[in-house]
């Protein structure tokens, strides 16, 4: 089970982590990049990652359990490789953010106001908006927040597949087991 966990675990990682580098590096690099943009790639390459979610069980299931798995054994492994996956985005992100990206709250915080901006905010809402971003700059600067948001970001789309997976492979014994007795 641990070599299934971690091979699809280390695939997905990357499959996921790479698109995040790359669109991180374009927002901060290009002041005009769309974050929502950034957002519909980011949580595509989740679903792409995390379909292997669904071949690591299988494969688990096929290879090393005779065909057969239990919900819960299938949620296990498939909850395995998603912690696997979303800890190598994590630490890509960690990476990316101290030592590339180190203004991105900032950089963040006032791509935000300036889309309320052109959404034509009013002044109370500017200044509410303001203070929850002056908030989420100030969260960003504990690195255990940044970490526990970046999880937050992508793990519950792993349990989610992890959790149609399992439902969709679950397999019981279903050979009958007869008794011949030839003597009868």
């Known amino acids: ?8 675990g280390l695939i997905a990682g990357i ?3 790479i698109p995040m580098l ?3 590096n374009l927002c901060h690099s290009d002041s005009n990049f769309d974050y929502t943009k950034s957002m519909l790639v980011g949580y595509a390459s989740m679903i792409i990652a995390f379909s292997l979610i669904f071949v690591g069980v299988r ?8 065909g057969i798995i239990s919900f819960g054994k299938a949620f296990k492994v498939g909850l395995f ?5 979303s800890s190598i985005y994590v630490i890509g992100w960690l990476i ?3 030592c590339f990206i180190p203004d991105f709250a ?4 006032a791509h935000e106001m300036e889309q309320l901006r052109k959404k034509g905010a009013s002044a109370a809402e500017l200044a509410e908006e303001t203070k929850k971003m002056a908030s989420f700059i100030q969260m960003y600067k504990n690195p255990l927040v940044v970490i526990l948001m970046t999880y937050a970001e992508i793990l519950p789309v792993g349990l989610l597949v992890t959790l149609i997976s399992s439902l969709i492979l679950k397999r019981k014994d279903n050979k009958t087991q007869f008794s011949f007795d030839q003597n009868k």
């Open 106 to 109: 900032e950089k963040y915080s």
């Open 1 to 8: 089970m641990k070599k299934t966990i971690l091979i699809y």
């Open 59 to 66: 494969n688990y299931r096929n290879n090393y359990n005779d």
């Open 81 to 85: 490789i998603a912690l696997v996956a």
């Open 22 to 24: 790359f669109t991180a």
């Open 96 to 98: 990316e953010y101290y």
């Open 15 to 17: 499959v996921v982590a």
